[in-house]
């Protein structure tokens, strides 16, 4: 009987790897034992691990043969894989070594959408799928001091680990913690934190803030629309304690009929003009005096609403470096995770910028990074946001933004990273393939611009023709961080 002794309960990558060495070892599931480090043995087990040490647990596991062909399985097996090794039923090693077996010396298998064993393990990716939307959905974050929030949240599956990326990306900005029973997980700013679970009185309190929004809650209630089913069906009765509007969800449910007959016996609004509808205005110019700190000027653009992305965005993003940098580098727009995060160049774009900057021996900190549009432009596909140009209009409506950031950083030259940059830094069309590589002395307050391809470019280039424009880029970047090429 093989004995194998994974480091935690979602010991994904111990398991692959226990499973290929198995595998390959010829060990037939029936063979194999599954234990998790720290877990009370079950009483399948309990006599087999009573007579050796844990440290021990692992031995008899020999190495791959000499030779021995890599493992081949449909990739749908190995997401399933990752998410059924989520789930709390203690036999879930088990099933999914039995099904990788099976797989390799059942070839059918594949075809048969109504084995047991591919439907128990169905319904266990189900279970954990839908307890990663449920935390998703109901966490719920407190302030504790000036600058931390913590929540409380009991998830049924092993999903804390797998699930601190989609909240590292949402609340980037925020330090937060999320404390569970199985698993707590602290984000810095900068890195992702596990520590074992915790206790229930560990999680704050109510706060002012949270009065807040519980009167945005009830006013926002609409009674017509309630379906107490559905509802739970969707907000399981569980979840209730540790959501706070949970509290108002019997009144505003009681009072419901009461105030659909009021909404229902209400005169009608009588309705305005299309003309007396102001959708959006022109671009004005700055109230006041224009702003004086690039603090100021964040926040004048967080409020603009000259044109309409500024509205269906998170936040403004605007540049990001040192003040009196000699060189200010403008892409396009901020994209999806830059929009998240409200920092410039932050996505795969930006990735690939200071990966180019690192190979040039220039540091991201010497330079200013900005954008020459302030908020993401995006259509909903499905549930992903897609990256889409700004037109000419809001461009020209978000140009003032750059003005005032340039004149604030006061950069020696200027780097326009695709043909919107270089529109609007020199106020007529680019083709930026017939330009690129070259300085260009046409503004009015004399700094020259290089232009060159924005990154995003790159990428989306066929795998045959991305490394030599990669390698050209780089010519580009280090042609232009040269003073006397200026």
């Given at each position: 009987?093989?004995?194998?002794?994974?480091?935690?309960?979602?010991?994904?990558?111990?398991?692959?790897?226990?499973?290929?060495?198995?595998?390959?070892?010829?060990?037939?599931?029936?063979?194999?034992?599954?234990?998790?480090?720290?877990?009370?043995?079950?009483?399948?087990?309990?006599?087999?691990?009573?007579?050796?040490?844990?440290?021990?647990?692992?031995?008899?596991?020999?190495?791959?043969?000499?030779?021995?062909?890599?493992?081949?399985?449909?990739?749908?097996?190995?997401?399933?894989?990752?998410?059924?090794?989520?789930?709390?039923?203690?036999?879930?090693?088990?099933?999914?070594?039995?099904?990788?077996?099976?797989?390799?010396?059942?070839?059918?298998?594949?075809?048969?959408?109504?084995?047991?064993?591919?439907?128990?393990?169905?319904?266990?990716?189900?279970?954990?799928?839908?307890?990663?939307?449920?935390?998703?959905?109901?966490?719920?974050?407190?302030?504790?001091?000036?600058?931390?929030?913590?929540?409380?949240?009991?998830?049924?599956?092993?999903?804390?680990?797998?699930?601190?990326?989609?909240?590292?990306?949402?609340?980037?900005?925020?330090?937060?913690?999320?404390?569970?029973?199985?698993?707590?997980?602290?984000?810095?700013?900068?890195?992702?934190?596990?520590?074992?679970?915790?206790?229930?009185?560990?999680?704050?309190?109510?706060?002012?803030?949270?009065?807040?929004?519980?009167?945005?809650?009830?006013?926002?209630?609409?009674?017509?629309?309630?379906?107490?089913?559905?509802?739970?069906?969707?907000?399981?009765?569980?979840?209730?304690?540790?959501?706070?509007?949970?509290?108002?969800?019997?009144?505003?449910?009681?009072?419901?009929?009461?105030?659909?007959?009021?909404?229902?016996?209400?005169?009608?609004?009588?309705?305005?003009?299309?003309?007396?509808?102001?959708?959006?205005?022109?671009?004005?110019?700055?109230?006041?005096?224009?702003?004086?700190?690039?603090?100021?000027?964040?926040?004048?653009?967080?409020?603009?609403?000259?044109?309409?992305?500024?509205?269906?965005?998170?936040?403004?993003?605007?540049?990001?470096?040192?003040?009196?940098?000699?060189?200010?580098?403008?892409?396009?727009?901020?994209?999806?995770?830059?929009?998240?995060?409200?920092?410039?160049?932050?996505?795969?774009?930006?990735?690939?910028?200071?990966?180019?900057?690192?190979?040039?021996?220039?540091?991201?900190?010497?330079?200013?990074?900005?954008?020459?549009?302030?908020?993401?432009?995006?259509?909903?596909?499905?549930?992903?946001?897609?990256?889409?140009?700004?037109?000419?209009?809001?461009?020209?409506?978000?140009?003032?933004?750059?003005?005032?950031?340039?004149?604030?950083?006061?950069?020696?030259?200027?780097?326009?990273?695709?043909?919107?940059a270089a529109r609007t830094l020199l106020g007529r069309q680019v083709a930026v393939t017939r330009e690129r590589g070259r300085w260009l002395h046409e503004r009015a307050d004399g700094r020259p611009v290089f232009v060159t391809w924005h990154p995003s470019a790159l990428l989306r280039l066929p795998d045959g023709e991305r490394q030599a424009a990669y390698g050209a880029w780089l010519d580009d970047l280090a042609a232009c961080r040269s003073a006397e090429t200026v």
């Amino acid at each position: 009987m093989q004995a194998v002794l994974l480091a935690g309960p979602a010991d994904v990558d111990g398991f692959r790897r226990e499973a290929r060495r198995l595998l390959q070892a010829q060990v037939p599931p029936a063979a194999v034992r599954w234990q998790v480090a720290g877990a009370a043995p079950t009483a399948e087990t309990a006599g087999l691990w009573a007579d050796e040490p844990e440290s021990a647990a692992t031995s008899s596991l020999d190495a791959a043969p000499a030779g021995a062909s890599a493992v081949r399985v449909p990739a749908a097996f190995v997401e399933l894989c990752g998410q059924v090794l989520l789930h709390s039923d203690p036999g879930r090693f088990a099933l999914m070594y039995r099904l990788l077996w099976r797989l390799v010396h059942e070839p059918a298998l594949r075809h048969d959408p109504l084995d047991p064993d591919r439907l128990q393990a169905a319904e266990l990716a189900a279970a954990v799928r839908r307890d990663i939307h449920k935390m998703r959905a109901f966490v719920r974050f407190r302030p504790v001091g000036d600058d931390r929030h913590v929540a409380w949240f009991e998830p049924d599956h092993h999903i804390v680990e797998a699930n601190a990326p989609f909240f590292m990306r949402r609340f980037a900005q925020m330090r937060w913690a999320i404390l569970t029973p199985r698993r707590c997980v602290e984000w810095d700013g900068n890195a992702l934190h596990f520590q074992p679970g915790a206790d229930r009185s560990s999680a704050p309190q109510a706060d002012a803030g949270e009065r807040l929004w519980l009167t945005y809650y009830e006013h926002i209630f609409n009674p017509a629309r309630l379906k107490i089913a559905m509802m739970e069906r969707e907000m399981p009765r569980r979840y209730w304690p540790n959501l706070p509007e949970a509290a108002l969800i019997a009144p505003l449910a009681a009072a419901a009929a009461a105030r659909t007959g009021q909404m229902i016996e209400a005169p009608a609004t009588p309705p305005r003009s299309m003309r007396a509808i102001q959708l959006h205005r022109e671009a004005p110019a700055p109230a006041g005096r224009p702003p004086a700190t690039l603090d100021e000027l964040r926040a004048a653009t967080n409020a603009c609403n000259a044109c309409p992305i500024g509205a269906l965005a998170t936040q403004a993003v605007c540049g990001e470096g040192p003040a009196g940098a000699s060189h200010m580098l403008v892409g396009e727009q901020p994209g999806d995770q830059e929009d998240l995060a409200g920092r410039p160049f932050v996505g795969p774009a930006g990735q690939l910028l200071d990966r180019a900057l690192a190979e040039l021996g220039w540091l991201r900190g010497e330079v200013y990074l900005a954008n020459a549009v302030k908020h993401f432009k995006y259509e909903l596909r499905g549930k992903r946001r897609l990256h889409k140009t700004a037109g000419q209009r809001e461009a020209q409506a978000c140009a003032q933004w750059l003005t005032h950031e340039i004149e604030l950083v006061q950069p020696r030259v200027l780097v326009a990273l695709g043909a919107t940059a270089a529109r609007t830094l020199l106020g007529r069309q680019v083709a930026v393939t017939r330009e690129r590589g070259r300085w260009l002395h046409e503004r009015a307050d004399g700094r020259p611009v290089f232009v060159t391809w924005h990154p995003s470019a790159l990428l989306r280039l066929p795998d045959g023709e991305r490394q030599a424009a990669y390698g050209a880029w780089l010519d580009d970047l280090a042609a232009c961080r040269s003073a006397e090429t200026v």
